[in-house]
């Protein structure tokens, strides 16, 4: 290996490296009270090794965000571009599975994309493409007609609020004596999504009886 790609390689590894460091200062420390001086005695660099890869905290904390979410897209473009002819709302229930688990499973990065408190930016906020993928599955529902005629910008958006407090919910709340988590995911998202089905008529008269039943015995 030549002097250049050996420059190239340790460069690569030090930015890993400052990344998985900064990673784990600002879920201990807050956002607040993260410094880079700190992440430099962390990783034994100088301050300026680091900011020759990051002009503030600002920007590194925009890194890690980036990073996270960038695992949760590549989770939801597999089923996005999954089989064409699975049923659309079978495969939203899929992606919001998918969302919560790569929460539970990576309650670094979740924090990071939606837990860690920070100074309100002046600049509009950016969606970022998971949210898109989101949106399209929703418009597939629509416009397969297995769900009723919605605004897929506010059910879209419905959506993520429900999956999201229960994701956050098992990440803050692990001590709470919540019931099997897989029942619970399973109801959230079933509850969400049931509501927006489109139904036939004997469905609706069966519904409608469930219900008759139900307040007959209030």
Not at 76 to 94: E, F, S, V
Not at 108 to 130: C, G, I, Q, T
Request: aromatic share 10%; proline share 4%; with cysteine.
């Amino acid at each position: 290996m030549n002097a250049i790609l050996r420059r190239k390689q340790h460069k690569a590894e030090l930015r890993t490296q400052i990344l998985e460091a900064a990673r784990e200062i600002f879920v201990r420390d807050g956002y607040e009270s993260f410094s880079m001086r700190k992440l430099a005695q962390r990783i034994e660099y100088s301050p300026g090794s680091i900011y020759l890869h990051f002009k503030n905290k600002e920007e590194l904390f925009e890194s890690l965000v980036e990073e996270s979410f960038d695992r949760l897209l590549r989770a939801l473009n597999r089923l996005k571009n999954g089989h064409p002819q699975q049923d659309p709302a079978a495969t939203l229930k899929k992606g919001l599975r998918a969302y919560v688990d790569f929460g539970l499973r990576n309650p670094s990065d979740y924090r990071f994309a939606f837990l860690l408190r920070r100074p309100l930016h002046r600049r509009p906020y950016k969606v970022h493409p998971a949210f898109d993928v989101l949106r399209y599955m929703v418009g597939r529902c629509v416009e397969e007609k297995h769900f009723r005629t919605v605004d897929i910008e506010t059910t879209s958006q419905a959506l993520w609020a429900a999956i999201h407090g229960i994701t956050s919910l098992l990440i803050q709340r692990p001590t709470f004596p919540w019931v099997a988590r897989r029942k619970l995911i399973d109801q959230v998202i079933n509850n969400a999504i049931d509501g927006l089905m489109v139904r036939t008529d004997q469905e609706e008269e069966t519904r409608a009886g469930v219900q008759h039943v139900q307040l007959s015995h209030l």
